[in-house]
């Protein structure tokens, strides 16, 4: 199924999401002839108040000046994404919620269920936690992009696979079969000596598989040499010119790690690249 009803989270607080994140998700919805949502959130602080703090800090005139930041922040940031969208011709909406800080998460999660595609970024002021539950909790892929400065525009044409015949690895793949078919180049990459693998030779047959789609795919095997997880898929996208990551993500609430076994929350924090998550 192609992706044609995608969601861009623009977080509001502390820190704005950057604006270039908002044109490359335009870039994306328009390479897809997807029509784009773009959500933004005025965060309300849930703050315990009490007698002393009152007097001494004034704590809800504290938590209304931050509620107006974000508030302002909100409505720039979906003003920013129309410009970008107009000029683009892309079809999109514009979504302002209001909500506490402790369920934006919930409330991006309520929306990403409902779309094909979710696409965020992860500021470096922001914590990992939201971007996460909306991987975990949504059930629907989850593009996440860099919000540093790249050498060149977003495209869709180089995507590599991070594969491990895992049961994440193979819903990543179905998830990601739109841009798959589109892409004008596809890698399988399995790393390898760095956790037990189930079977030798399901890159090949993956390879059959992406084949019968009309997929023809680059198969490549990498030894993890004792190197991290996100250090080995980082040099490699990097070193191949790849324009997004497919990758699988598993876990539990309190405990999560990312395919291929690593440390991989580095990739989520700063990835070299865009990214598909799919869980």
């Given amino acids: 199924m192609p992706f044609k009803d995608v969601l861009l989270t623009l977080a509001s607080y502390p820190e704005p999401t950057p604006v270039s994140v908002i044109d490359d998700a335009v870039s994306v919805a328009a390479a897809l002839g997807a029509h784009l949502a773009a959500i933004s959130c005025e965060v309300h602080a849930d703050v315990r108040a009490s007698l002393l703090g009152d007097v001494i800090l004034d704590i809800p005139a504290l ?30 909406e514009t979504i302002f919620e209001q909500c506490a800080t402790a369920s934006e998460a919930a409330l991006l999660v309520d929306y990403a269920r409902l779309r094909d595609l979710t696409i965020m970024a992860v500021p470096d002021s922001h914590d990992l936690g939201y971007a996460e539950e909306v991987i975990f909790e949504s059930g629907r892929p989850t593009l996440i992009l860099p919000t540093g400065p790249r050498s060149r525009p977003l495209r869709l044409d180089a995507i590599c696979v991070a594969w491990d015949f895992s049961r994440t690895a193979a819903r990543a793949v179905s998830d990601a079969l739109p841009l798959l078919e589109s892409a004008r180049s596809v890698r399988v990459v399995t790393v390898t000596n760095e956790k037990p693998l189930d079977s030798g030779h399901s890159g090949r047959e993956l390879a059959k598989n992406l084949a019968r789609h009309g997929i023809e795919v680059v198969l ?18 990097l070193s191949h010119g790849i324009d997004v990551l497919v990758m699988g993500a598993y876990g539990t609430p309190r405990w999560r790690e990312f395919v291929l076994g690593g440390a991989t929350r580095g990739l989520l924090s700063k990835p070299p690249i865009p990214i598909l998550f799919s869980h």
């Avoid at 490549?220 to 996208?237: F, G």
């Fill in 63 to 92: 938590i209304a000046r931050e509620a107006a930041k974000s508030r302002e922040n909100a409505k720039a940031l979906l003003a920013a994404f129309e410009a970008s969208a107009d000029k683009s011709g892309v079809r999109h």
């Fill in 220 to 237: 490549d095997e990498i030894d993890a040499e004792s190197k991290p997880i996100d250090e080995v898929l980082t040099s490699y996208v």
